[in-house]
């Protein structure tokens, strides 16, 4: 599955969250969020580790009861990336990518990434999932990333907007008329360019958007990306756990 790579899962998770403190070790259905994301990723054979990175005790106990490794990283980290990033260099040993799976993932399907998997073979520097938009919610939602991509699958741009605009089309023809593509934010990066990408300072593009994944299309990196059929359902505040609850995902 993973391509003859030698490749560590790396779980982000803070305890400190603006619009959901404690999100991590919230109960799911008699477990935590975060030992359901720990256990989905578990599922896919061929990993070399599986970490959960965090800031905070009260989460690294709970990993470590239910029988995780847990690597304890600094509290001044603004992005996933760079937490995987100081992983990474207390690995003590050499490794070809690091997968950044969100630590608010516990529905995660282990599918999709044994489909990011699949990109290990082209040693592509960076990978990460897009998905076909369905309905016309999501396709003018700012809250969900757009992509679009060239021919061979590289990202050219991300947008909290709908892209491309359709001139002349009615908006409501729109998803009759393109296939449109949101971003599933499951990243994997190829280990020498992680360093490179965690040195980075922030760009105007990723400041105007609030997208990191901008930063390093703005630095020239190419971002490989692979359709899934898979869903994402992540849990970003109360709201969207009450609505996971109704929809009877907690028997997943």
Not at 3 to 19: D, E, F, L, M, N
Not at 38 to 60: C, K, L, N, P, Y
Not at 162 to 181: C, K, M, N, Y
Not at 241 to 250: A, D, H, P, S, V
Request: net charge negative; aromatic share 8%.
């Amino acid at each position: 599955m993973m391509q003859g790579k030698k490749v560590v899962a790396v779980i982000p998770a803070r305890y400190a969250s603006t619009r959901f403190p404690g999100k991590p070790l919230v109960d799911i259905g008699g477990k935590s969020m975060i030992q359901r994301t720990f256990e989905r990723v578990s599922a896919v054979a061929g990993w070399h580790r599986i970490i959960i990175a965090t800031d905070d005790v009260r989460i690294q106990q709970a990993a470590v009861a239910f029988g995780a490794e847990v690597c304890m990283t600094r509290e001044d980290h603004v992005s996933g990336t760079d937490r995987c990033a100081e992983v990474m260099e207390n690995l003590g040993e050499p490794v070809d990518y690091i997968v950044n799976i969100q630590g608010d993932e516990p529905f995660i399907e282990p599918a999709q990434l044994t489909e990011l998997a699949a990109g290990f073979a082209t040693n592509a520097p960076i990978l990460t999932l897009i998905k076909r938009v369905e309905d016309e919610n999501t396709l003018f939602s700012i809250n969900t990333p757009k992509v679009v991509i060239n021919e061979q699958g590289h990202a050219l741009y991300f947008s909290r907007q709908t892209i491309p605009f359709l001139r002349g089309v009615a908006q409501e023809d729109w998803l009759s008329q393109h296939s449109f593509f949101k971003h599933i934010g499951l990243y994997a990066y190829r280990a020498d360019i992680l360093r490179e990408l965690s040195q980075l300072k922030p760009s105007a593009l990723e400041l105007a958007e609030s997208l990191e994944q901008l930063r390093w299309l703005e630095k020239g990196y190419v971002i490989q990306t692979i359709q899934t059929e898979y869903e994402a359902i992540g849990i970003d505040s109360p709201a969207d756990l009450e609505k996971i609850k109704k929809m009877g995902f907690l028997g997943a």
